[in-house]
């Protein structure tokens, strides 16, 4: 009788079929990868590699995939290497890859290129944040090997062209594991001792592999950060690091470098010499100056004859005292005349208005004269008043018995009240 499998025993068989094969335990393929991932967190890559005609799914676990130097990208061409087994859930045939290598360009030179597309989006490169080299500095910082050819190249340019300025070498690897930290711990020295105004960082040129330090996304985001301007100088005039273009200045050699930071001292004193020729001129055309001023003060009238002046000043004073008095004089003679001829007039003019006010006193005089109530007692009338002044109009504010004060022309009398008779009535 025909045995039945069940799915998990015929996978199963498949799969130690395939485990136990030599021919698959070590295999290695070359493809374009496509649906590549790696979950966050994991640390593994999932991925596909495919030709025109086939495509075989595979898996990078994370205690491989760290060890890349560069980041799997669908689209890359790449040699895979690894065991072919079963993932038993999934029903497929995997690769297991151990180690995956771009086909065509090194795993170094992409991994460089993917670094410095990242550095560059976040503007570590941008020409704005780079800073200014100083001028003359007097304290230059040279991280690098202390032993190697770079660290003498450098001394022997300060020597020759700028002995004056101090040398500071920190010295550190160049290659090799740990080197990247050694390098950045020597920027962040500097920095944090403020010994150097400059800091030179490089060492000679050499493969790739050989200057893959520099090219540390640990040693650029710190050269970057760095506030001491920093000139890195690594590799021969065609080598390129990540460090070249994170630093402020980029040279080709150590050498160059040095000829870059340390000023010339030849053409320094040549400065100096100039500007003391210009101090020279300078003080010369001002001494020049000054002695003319002395002179045109030595040969001036104040200094040769200082009473001459005084009496310049006094001739002046007192002319033009003659001529106030004499003005003073004309006016008030022109104000006398001028008097003399308005007196007259102000004289018929104040008659006349005196005359007209008088007319008019007289005028006011006689009306006033007029409407005196007591005028009339000169034609035989009296004024009738009571006791308190009051004067009285009528016979009606009288009362029989009541005294009464009787005002004529040439005095008064007290009367008493007899009788009351109004026209008409009596009371």
Not at 27 to 49: M, Q, R, Y
Not at 287 to 311: M, V, W
Not at 401 to 413: H, I, N, P, Q, S
Request: proline share 4%; net charge positive; with cysteine.
């Amino acid at each position: 009788m025909e045995h039945i499998y069940t799915v998990a025993e015929l996978t199963g068989f498949i799969k130690s079929y395939l485990e136990s094969s030599p021919q698959l335990k070590r295999v290695s393929v070359k493809g374009e990868i496509s649906n590549c991932s790696a979950p966050s967190g994991k640390g593994h890559v999932f991925f596909t590699v495919k030709d025109e005609s086939a495509t075989l799914r595979g898996v990078m676990f994370k205690s491989h995939a760290e060890k890349l130097s560069f980041k799997p990208e669908n689209g890359m061409r790449v040699l895979c290497t690894g065991r072919i087994s079963v993932y038993p859930q999934g029903g497929q045939y995997l690769l297991y890859a151990d180690s995956l290598t771009p086909e065509g360009e090194g795993a170094l030179y992409i991994a460089l290129e993917q670094l410095k597309k990242k550095l560059a989006a976040e503007g570590l490169f941008e020409l704005a944040r780079k800073k200014k080299l100083p001028k003359i500095p007097m304290r230059v910082g040279v991280i690098t090997s202390a032993t190697g050819a770079a660290v003498r190249d450098i001394i022997n340019v300060a020597a020759r062209r700028f002995p004056a300025a101090e040398l500071t070498v920190y010295p550190s690897l160049v290659q090799g594991v740990g080197a990247a930290e050694q390098l950045a711990a020597g920027v962040v020295y500097f920095n944090k001792t403020k010994k150097v105004d400059v800091i030179i960082i490089g060492r000679g040129g050499g493969s790739i592999e050989e200057l893959w330090e520099f090219n540390s996304e640990l040693l650029a985001r710190t050269v970057a950060a760095s506030s001491v301007p920093v000139v890195s100088a690594v590799g021969h005039e065609t080598d390129f690091t990540v460090c070249d273009f994170a630093a402020d200045f980029r040279a080709p050699t150590p050498s160059a470098a040095a000829e870059i930071v340390f000023p010339d001292k030849a053409d320094i004193i040549r400065r100096f010499e100039n500007a003391e020729n210009r101090m020279r001129t300078l003080l010369s055309a001002r001494i020049a100056t000054e002695k003319r001023y002395l002179l045109s003060l030595k040969n001036s009238k104040a200094l040769s004859s200082p009473t001459a002046g005084f009496d310049d000043l006094r001739l002046r004073i007192a002319d033009n005292e003659q001529r106030l008095h004499a003005s003073v004089k004309r006016r008030m003679e022109q104000s006398a005349r001028d008097i003399a001829l308005v007196k007259p007039r102000l004289d018929t003019a104040a008659a006349r208005a005196i005359g007209l006010q008088k007319l008019r006193l007289d005028g006011l005089k006689d009306r006033l004269f007029i409407l005196n109530p007591l005028s009339v007692l000169d034609r035989g009338y009296a004024a009738v008043t009571d006791k308190d002044g009051k004067t009285l109009t009528g016979v009606s504010a009288l009362t029989v018995g009541e005294g009464f004060v009787l005002k004529m022309a040439d005095g008064e009398a007290e009367a008493t009240v007899g009788k009351v008779e109004l026209y008409g009535n009596e009371l």
